[in-house]
T-cell receptor, first 113, second 114 residues
């Protein structure tokens, strides 16, 4: 099955700075890589995803990059704001199809004023 | 939020008692999932369903069973609860099979086993 490692486990940035979270995966057949955001006491929600046929995807202040050769993908948040404070999870298909996902262990992002 | 509810939202039970958690959806999505969330472990898949009466194990299925007799309901049962099953349990649904792979999560159930 897939093995997903996520780093760092905690990240503190000042408001306005950029934040980068990185995940590595083990199965070269994986083709779908989502990122979920979970605010304190809330449910996880998808914020962005990328498929293996593209190397980068952007949505306003967030972007995801994918390096298939190195088997890693990263979440980039620019111009961070206090409302970006949350736990972020990456994921990859557990068995080569996106019907089942393996999640990373999460990164707690704290945006300080 | 997608039409997903979980019941109960909070439960305290004693070791050795059976517990059933319910996930109900109004989206008619084919796939349903049960995860547990623990500090340092992220979200781990317990069981999932790809249709009525079609279920399969996830990575942490020991001590858990599931049933899906209707499209809208997915039940998770702890036959004999243990303290190690104290956790927050999330249900999720997905349309996988179309081009939308997104999983939509329910509000979660906090279970404490004493």
């Amino acid at each position: 099955g897939e093995n997903v490692e996520q780093h760092p486990s905690t990240l503190s940035v000042q408001e306005g700075d950029s934040a980068v979270i990185k995940c590595t995966y083990s199965d070269s057949a994986s083709n779908y890589f989502p990122w979920y955001k979970q605010e304190l006491g809330k449910r996880p929600q998808l914020i962005i995803d990328i498929r293996s046929n593209v190397g980068e995807k952007k949505d306003q202040r967030i972007a995801v990059t994918l390096n298939k050769t190195a088997k890693h993908f990263s979440l980039h948040i620019t111009e961070t704001q206090p409302e970006d404070s949350a736990v972020y999870f990456c994921a990859a298909p557990s068995t080569g199809t996106a019907s089942k996902l393996t999640f990373g262990t999460g990164t707690r992002l704290q945006v300080t004023l | 939020d997608a039409g997903i509810t979980q019941s109960p939202r909070h439960k305290v039970t004693e070791t050795g008692t059976p517990v059933t958690l319910r996930c109900h959806q109004t989206e008619n999505h084919r796939y349903m999932y049960w995860y547990r969330q623990d500090p340092g472990h992220g979200l781990r898949l317990i069981h999932y369903s790809y249709g009525v009466k079609d279920t399969d194990k996830g990575e942490v299925s020991d001590g858990y069973s599931v049933s899906r007799s209707k499209t809208e309901d997915f039940l998770l049962t702890l036959e004999s609860a243990t303290s190690s099953q104290t956790s927050v349990y999330f249900c999720a649904i997905s349309e996988y099979g179309t081009q939308n792979y997104e999983q939509y999560f329910g509000p979660g159930t906090r279970l404490t086993v004493t």
